[in-house]
């Protein structure tokens, strides 16, 4: 589903990123742990298209993407929810995800409904502007219209900063379903322990810009093991 091979990137003349290389099979969660400043972001934004590389290769479900637009990419199944969610918050959560359902072409009430479905959460909100909503509304309502455009992978930064425990448990329950159902390929940057460890099938960590070590997967419910792997404390 997603390779990357050899990628370097940065800004301006401060570079960031350096020879990254992994690859994703369809269908899996893949956690990325690191400390603030260690370049998740910058591997993000790369995958998307927001940030240029200044070398290496991203290929996404056979096509060579790596110099491909943003909308380009999420026009073949790509989709972001980044930090900080970028809702609209004059437009009311239902147009939010009318929003999010353009790219389908499909704005009919059934499919509000069928996204509903995975959201119920979001179904009292939906006439209220995006900006009244607490922060784990607002989180649930950009992930909701991140999947509106039925992507085949998302990619989400740091989904459970800011967010009441409760809403988070509802988060990665939903993420675990799709990810189980739609064969959803997902790429999930958090510094929450458990939360990654939760929804992840595997987990990198990122230093200074280079992945590290592979948390094995029989230690990620080991809070305390995946702690050393990273220096990252619950």
Do not use: W
């Not at 800004?11 to 350096?18: E, S």
């Amino acid at each position: 589903m997603l390779k990357v091979a050899d990628l370097s990137a940065g800004y301006g003349d401060i570079p960031v990123l350096h020879g990254i290389s992994m690859a994703i099979a369809t269908g899996e969660a893949i956690g990325i742990l690191g400390h603030n400043g260690m370049g998740k972001t910058t591997l993000l934004r790369c995958l998307i298209g927001a940030l240029k590389p200044t070398a290496g290769r991203i290929e996404f479900d056979g096509q060579d993407v790596t110099r491909l637009a943003p909308h380009g990419r999420a026009r073949l199944g790509m989709a972001y929810v980044p930090q900080g969610r970028e809702i609209f918050p004059a437009l009311s959560a239902r147009d939010n995800l009318r929003m999010g359902l353009v790219k389908t072409g499909d704005r009919s009430p059934a499919a509000l409904d069928g996204l509903l479905a995975d959201f119920p959460r979001l179904v009292p909100l939906l006439d209220r502007p995006g900006g009244s909503l607490s922060g784990g509304e607002q989180q649930l309502l950009a992930l909701a219209r991140a999947l509106a455009g039925k992507p085949k992978l998302l990619l989400l930064d740091e989904p459970t900063e800011g967010i009441q425990p409760s809403i988070i448990e509802e988060i990665a329950e939903t993420l675990t379903a799709l990810r189980d159902r739609l064969e959803l390929t997902i790429v999930l940057v958090e510094q929450n322990l458990d939360f990654i460890a939760t929804v992840s099938q595997r987990v990198l960590v990122i230093k200074r810009g280079q992945l590290g070590a592979e948390i094995p997967r029989e230690h990620l419910a080991d809070l305390a093991v995946m702690s050393e792997y990273t220096g990252v404390h619950t």
